[in-house]
C-alpha cells in the first residue's frame, strides 16, 4: 500500500521506519498542498491591482519589494496552515487511534510537513508567478491551474520517452519539473533531498520571476 | 523657480489612445495648484504617471528636481490620493495607515503619532479601530485623504480628492489643503471649481492630454483687473458704461448676463468704476443681482475648453 502511494517500492521499504499515521499525513499534504497553494495564491496580486489598492503601495516602496513580501507572506501562511493541519492531524490521531506513537508520529510529521512546504513552494512561484501577468483574480487561478496542469503532463511525457541521445534532454525537462522531485523528498538521505528542494525553489523563484517581469513593466 | 514636479513633452498611450500627447506641466515647490479638465483630458493619467504607476512612452516626468519617480529616491517624499481605488477591507483603520507608513520607510514611533494625528484631523479617530468595510463612501475618502498626508511628503497628488464628502466635511478639507500651504507641493485633480478656486494659487487647464493654459489663479481669474457686474433681464447700456469710462482705459463687454470691464495694463479702484458704472445700469433699468471682483474660473475654463474643443462641443 504504502509502494502505490509512494510508486517506489525501495523508498517503500524506507518509508516503514515512520509511523504510519504520519505516512498518510504526508502523503496527503503532498497530494493536496499544491492544489490549495494554487487556488488560494493565485488571485493574491491580481486582485490588488483589480481593486487598484496597488496604487495606495506602489509609491510607497518598489515593485520588487512589495511582491517578495507577498511571495514571503504567502510561504509563511503556507506554514503556518501546514503546522495547522499536521496538529489537526495528530490531536484527532492521538485521540481516536487505538495504537498511537505520539512523539514518533508527531516528529515524522514535522519533517514531512518542512519537506511539503518546500515541494508546495515551486507552486507557490507559479501561482503568484501567474498572479502578476493578469489583473483578473479568476483569470490568476486559471492560469495557475492550467500551469499546473501543463507541468504535470510534460512530467509524465518527458518521463515516458526520455532515452539515450537526444532525447536524453527529456531527462532534463523531467527533473526541472516539481513532480519529478516529489519522490526524492519522500527519503531521508539529504543526498536526494537537498538536490530536489534546491531545484524546487528554484522553479519557484523562476516562475515568481517570469512573472514579475511583466509586472515591473505594466501600467498599475 | 524651485519645481516640485515638471513634465516636458510628456506622452503616455493606452493602447492607439494618447492620453497625455506632448504635456507640459510645471509645479512650483510650495505650490498648491488644480488641474482642471474635461473627462479624460488626462488628469489622472498626469498623476498617476507622476507617481510612478504609468510608464511614460515619451518624454519626461521630472519630481522633486531628481528626475522620474524611482521607489529608493522618492518614496516617502510623495504621496497619491488615487481616485477610485479601493483598500482591503478587512484591515482596520489605524492598521492600514501604519502599514502604509511602514511601507515608505517611517520609524515605528514617528507614525503612531502621525497616525493620530492625522485621524484627529480627518475626524476618523473614533474610529481608528474600526474596519473598513465598515466605513461610509466618505469616510473611506476622508481616509484616503490622512494616508497621502502621512509621513508630511514633499509632493501630495490628490484625484477628486473631495468626491463624496458632505459639506462640513468639504469644508475642513479644504481648510486642512490650505494650512498645508508653503509646507508642501499639492496637486489637485478636480471638476468642483468653485473648491479648486477656494484652495489653490494656481491652475492648469488640461484639454486632450495637453496643458491648454497654466496661470496663477490671480491671473487666470484676473481679479485685480476686472468688475463683473451680474445684471438681469434687459439689455445692458454698453454705449453708455463706456461713455461713462471714457478716460479709464478700461474696456467693456456685454456676455450673457455679465457686463465685463477689464483693464489688462493696471489694476483697477473696483470704488471709481462702480461710481461710474452703476448709474448706468440703474438708469438703463437693468438690475444688478452680484458684482465679482475678477472672473470666476468656471467662465475662463469654459471659454478656454471651447477654444480647444470648438464653440458649440
Known amino acids: 500500500m504504502v509502494g502505490g502511494m509512494v510508486g517506489d517500492e525501495e523508498l517503500a521499504a524506507e518509508l516503514l521506519s515512520h509511523p504510519p499515521f504520519a505516512i498518510f499525513y504526508g502523503a496527503l499534504a503532498f497530494m493536496l498542498c499544491p492544489w490549495l497553494v494554487i487556488l488560494m495564491s493565485s488571485p493574491r496580486i491580481a486582485e490588488e491591482v483589480s481593486s487598484k489598492s496597488v496604487r495606495y503601495v506602489l509609491f510607497r516602496t518598489g515593485r520588487g519589494t512589495w511582491c517578495m513580501g507577498k511571495l514571503a507572506g504567502q510561504a509563511v501562511m503556507l506554514a503556518v496552515a501546514l503546522a495547522a493541519g499536521a496538529g489537526a492531524a495528530w490531536c484527532i490521531g492521538h485521540f481516536r487511534m487505538a495504537y498511537f506513537e505520539g512523539f514518533a508520529t508527531a516528529q515524522s ?31 490568476a487561478i486559471t492560469f495557475g491551474l492550467i500551469t499546473m496542469l501543463a507541468l504535470t503532463f510534460v512530467a509524465a511525457v518527458s518521463e515516458h520517452y526520455a532515452a539515450e541521445g537526444w532525447r536524453h534532454v527529456l531527462d532534463v525537462v523531467h527533473a526541472l519539473t516539481p513532480q519529478a522531485n516529489r519522490t526524492a523528498l519522500w527519503r531521508s538521505s539529504p543526498a536526494h533531498t537537498i538536490p530536489a528542494a534546491v ?22 | ?21 506632448g504635456l507640459t506641466l510645471r509645479v512650483p515647490s510650495g505650490s498648491v495648484i488644480g488641474l482642471v479638465g474635461s473627462n479624460g483630458a488626462g488628469k489622472t493619467t498626469a498623476l498617476c504617471a507622476a507617481a510612478g504607476l504609468l510608464k511614460v512612452n515619451s518624454g519626461r516626468v521630472d519630481l522633486l528636481g531628481r528626475g522620474p519617480f524611482k521607489p529608493a529616491v522618492h518614496a516617502g517624499r510623495l504621496s497619491l490620493l488615487p481616485q477610485d481605488a479601493q483598500m482591503a477591507g478587512h484591515s482596520r483603520v489605524r492598521d492600514i495607515l501604519m502599514y502604509y507608513g511602514r511601507l515608505q520607510g517611517e520609524s515605528k514611533a514617528a507614525l503612531t503619532h502621525d497616525v493620530e494625528r492625522l485621524l484627529d484631523r480627518v ?9 473598513i468595510r465598515a466605513l461610509s463612501h466618505g469616510m473611506r475618502r476622508r481616509l484616503s485623504i490622512a494616508q497621502a498626508f502621512l509621513g508630511d511628503p514633499d509632493i501630495v497628488l490628490l484625484d477628486e480628492p473631495l468626491n463624496g464628502l458632505d459639506p462640513y466635511e468639504v469644508a475642513e478639507t479644504r481648510t486642512f489643503f490650505s494650512d498645508k500651504r508653503a509646507e508642501q507641493t499639492i496637486v489637485i485633480s478636480s471638476h468642483l471649481l468653485d473648491q479648486v478656486e477656494a484652495v489653490c494659487d494656481e491652475v492648469a487647464f488640461i484639454e486632450r492630454g495637453r496643458t491648454t493654459r497654466q496661470d496663477r489663479l490671480e491671473s487666470v481669474t484676473r481679479r485685480k483687473h476686472s468688475l463683473v457686474y451680474r445684471i438681469g433681464a434687459g ?18 463687454h456685454a456676455y450673457n448676463d455679465q457686463v465685463i470691464i477689464t483693464n489688462e495694463s493696471k489694476e483697477m479702484d473696483a470704488a471709481e468704476i462702480n461710481a461710474r458704472v452703476l448709474p448706468c445700469l440703474l438708469e ?17 475654463y469654459l471659454k478656454s475648453r471651447a477654444r480647444v474643443h470648438g464653440v458649440n462641443s
Open chain 1, 109 to 139: 510529521m514535522l519533517v514531512f510537513a518542512c519537506r511539503v512546504w518546500v515541494f508546495s513552494f515551486a507552486y507557490l512561484g507559479i501561482a503568484l508567478g501567474v498572479s502578476q501577468v493578469t489583473r483578473v483574480p479568476v483569470l
Open chain 1, 199 to 220: 531545484t524546487l525553489i528554484a522553479v519557484g523563484f523562476t516562475f515568481f520571476l517570469a512573472g514579475h517581469a511583466r509586472f515591473a513593466r505594466a501600467n498599475q
Open chain 2, 1 to 21: 523657480m524651485n519645481l516640485a514636479l515638471e513634465f516636458s513633452n510628456v506622452v503616455v498611450r493606452y493602447g492607439r489612445t494618447r492620453a497625455l500627447d
Open chain 2, 123 to 131: 475626524h476618523l479617530a473614533d474610529r481608528a479601530g474600526a474596519r
Open chain 2, 235 to 252: 439689455s445692458p447700456p454698453v454705449d453708455a458704461i463706456r461713455d461713462a469710462l471714457k478716460e479709464t482705459g478700461v474696456e467693456v
Open chain 2, 284 to 300: 438703463a433699468g437693468v438690475g444688478v443681482h452680484e458684482i465679482i471682483q475678477g472672473l470666476k474660473l468656471e467662465d475662463e
